[in-house]
């Protein structure tokens, strides 16, 4: 059989499974299985119970159960409420402060928890009920929302980045460093966004009507003092070189817990539930791993990822132009498909291009994380799309959930336009780590 022909076949097969509904993780394992045998014998079943073994003890990717951990302690530390406070208090009173507050808070927790279901759903539950009541408009509100949750995958610590790192052989700890500035300039994209709606028309944002005294505000600063000594923490001791991104995690880890038992938000029921939570998606992110790895040794044994590599390098493209192909094919597949498997698919073909290409493998990681924020908002299968739906009031449909994100997705899109053009956005402060 031909290279061509089989690459049909495999990839066909792949989208079969997932268009009848089969999890991502179980139809690339079950295309790998059938497809590994069929190439290289029996010796192909090892390679996958290899796989499994390699990667469930790889110590990179240790940070990834711990960082879930850190995340879900901090659903249940009160730490949204309070800061919610702090920003009601503050910026309240100011055209579309509700949004702005909302959107800084979104990139707090980002640098707290490396996903971005915990700012979604907190700010979901505790900033969209209170905007709504005050008169803001339904799809800045949501939108902002969706788009704030999605800076966690950006701000580090970041469990996409811990993924892409361990896959594309590129220092963790550099990735998140590099995320920083971008994650920081998306935001202020965001409220700049508010900031011009709110100053073009006041009653899609309007202000509240409360005002509180100066006593009132500095008590309320209070609220800040745990997620801020958290952040510095976990990203201090990496960008000191103290610890290793995984060692990072377990220091977040506990930091979540002491902030939990100190805001008196824990005991042994939801202690269960986090840990059965932990288990749940940890458990769903290590079977996609297991499967796409196991699906990208078929491309490499089958020598289709090779074929892939040599097609685009002797496309009569400048450098620039396959960079934003490839952009623009992880666009299309984050409608469809979860950012982990695009990574663990895509990573082991399109690194070894963007390498011979001249580009630097972190600076294209923190390219790939900002396209994977906008397929979190992207429908059919944007992520943030669905956990607003579970959470939103009655009244409000999918279809306005959809038109919320437009704008906040043309911004991220001017974002990663601008780190293309300006690489030392991304990697100006991970040459400045301690080494």
Not at 182 to 199: Q, R, T
Not at 211 to 218: D, N, P, Q, S
Not at 386 to 405: A, E, T, V
């Amino acid at each position: 059989m031909d290279l061509s022909t089989m690459a049909i076949l495999i990839f066909g097969s792949l989208s079969l499974l997932l268009m009848i509904g089969i999890p991502i993780s179980f139809a690339l394992a079950s295309v790998a299985t059938v497809g590994l045998f069929f190439v290289v014998g029996e010796k192909g079943l090892y390679l996958i119970y290899n796989t499994a073994y390699a990667e469930t003890s790889n110590f990179l990717l240790l940070a990834i159960p711990l960082f879930i951990l850190m995340a879900n302690f901090l659903k249940y530390s009160g730490i949204g409420d309070n800061l919610y406070d702090v920003v009601y208090k503050w910026i309240g009173p100011l055209p579309g402060g509700l949004a702005i507050g909302t959107i800084v808070i979104c990139a707090l927790f980002a640098a707290m928890a490396g996903i971005s279901s915990v700012a979604t759903i907190s700010m979901g539950l505790i900033a969209l009920p209170s905007m709504l009541k005050r008169g803001y408009d339904k799809n800045l509100a949501i939108g902002t929302i969706s788009a704030g949750g999605a800076l966690g995958i950006l701000i580090p610590p970041s469990i996409i980045m811990i993924l892409y790192g361990a896959v594309a052989d590129v220092s963790i700890g550099g990735l998140f460093i590099g995320g920083i500035i971008p994650g920081l300039i998306l935001s202020m994209m965001y409220i700049i966004y508010i900031l011009i709606v709110a100053f073009l028309k006041r009653e899609l944002a309007p202000p509240i009507g409360e005002r509180y005294g100066l006593v009132e505000k500095l008590k309320s600063l209070k609220g800040v003092a745990l997620p801020f000594f958290l952040v510095l923490l976990v990203l201090g001791v990496i960008y000191g070189g103290i610890c290793t991104p995984t060692e990072a995690s377990a220091v977040g880890a506990f930091g979540a817990l002491i902030c939990s038992i100190i805001h008196r938000q824990m005991n042994w029921q939801r202690l269960k539930e986090v840990l059965l939570d932990t288990i749940r998606l940890n458990a769903m992110i290590f079977w996609i791993i297991i499967g796409a790895i196991s699906f990208s040794h078929l491309l490499v044994y089958a020598e289709i990822q090779k074929l892939i590599e040599d097609g685009m390098l002797g496309l009569n493209f400048s450098p620039f132009m396959i960079l934003v192909l490839i952009q623009a094919i992880f666009f299309i597949l984050g409608m469809f498909l979860d950012p982990a498997g695009i990574i663990m698919i895509t990573t082991p073909i399109f690194v070894p291009v963007i390498k011979k290409l001249g580009f630097d493998p972190l600076w294209f990681g923190i390219l790939f994380v900002v396209n994977m924020e906008m397929a979190y908002l992207t429908p059919p299968f944007g992520f943030n799309l669905f956990i607003m739906r579970s959470i939103l009031p009655p009244g409000i449909y999918m279809s306005d959930i959809y038109r919320s994100i437009v704008p906040f997705v043309i911004i991220q899109a001017l974002c990663l336009v601008l780190l293309m053009i300006f690489p030392q956005i991304s990697i100006y402060l991970p040459s400045k780590m301690a080494k």
